[in-house]
């Protein structure tokens, strides 16, 4: 006899290019096992707008008020407010999905927080690839791990890396390495880009020892990532090309890997680890 799955009840905290597109594709059913139940944003006007009418239903509430309505909190908000998203939900011993994962580095108590209430912290790959591959290899030894991103100059305008080193990148006519160090201080340095790169380095090796050269390129249109690993189990390269959505500091495949992501958590088939 077969038994019907418990819908999972979703909030989104915050709705710019990526809370806009996961409420969207939650309102159109692409999960049968997920429903909506709350958003929050910071101008409640203009969520309940971006909303529209077939999710006027939907309560646009405070970040504090999400863990008590929902299974999972969707965090899509500036880093800034990591904290105030994060921590409620853990305290109710629940599920929150990170995409302002470089935020993380910087608040390691959180991390303590979910291992002691048994809540948990859900980083999706994102606008990257192989994020199997790279745990699979951490579970053995990894030696090295690079990553090369390449992004159009609109992408990084504003990094507070260009702008504390006085980067001008707005005139330039050929591709222009604009910075070379770990993924930890390129969190710091390129806090709305760089996600990919903590990602990565919290698969594998760490943010400390995972190295990372940035890219402006001005005949570019979409986002280049590109991994080199060498570990004992395996050596290899992957390259990805995102194309950029409405905030091109963001790819439009994130969203959908924010999709990915909950649909595991109630598929009776899991692929992938």
Known sequence: MSQTRPQLKVAIAGLGAIGSALAQKLKAGVLPDATLVAVA???????RATLGPELGHVPVLALS?????ADIVVECAPAKVLGEIVRPVLEARKKVM???????LGHPELIDLARETGGQIIVPSGALLGLDAVSAAAEGTIHSVRMVT????????GAPYLVENKIDIERITEAKRV???TAREAAKGFPANLNVAVALSLAGIGPDKTRLEIWADP???RNTHKIVVNSDAASF????????SENPKTGRITALSVIAALRKLTAPLRVGT
């Open 41 to 47: 944003a910071r101008d409640r006007d203009k969520a």
């Open 150 to 157: 390449r992004k159009p100059v609109k992408g990084l305008l």
């Open 219 to 221: 005949n570019l249109t």
């Open 98 to 104: 990170v995409l302002s994962v470089g935020a993380l």
């Open 65 to 69: 008020e999400l863990a008590s309505v």
């Open 237 to 244: 390269e992957m390259t990805i090309e995102n194309i950029p």
């Open 179 to 181: 910075f070379e160090g």
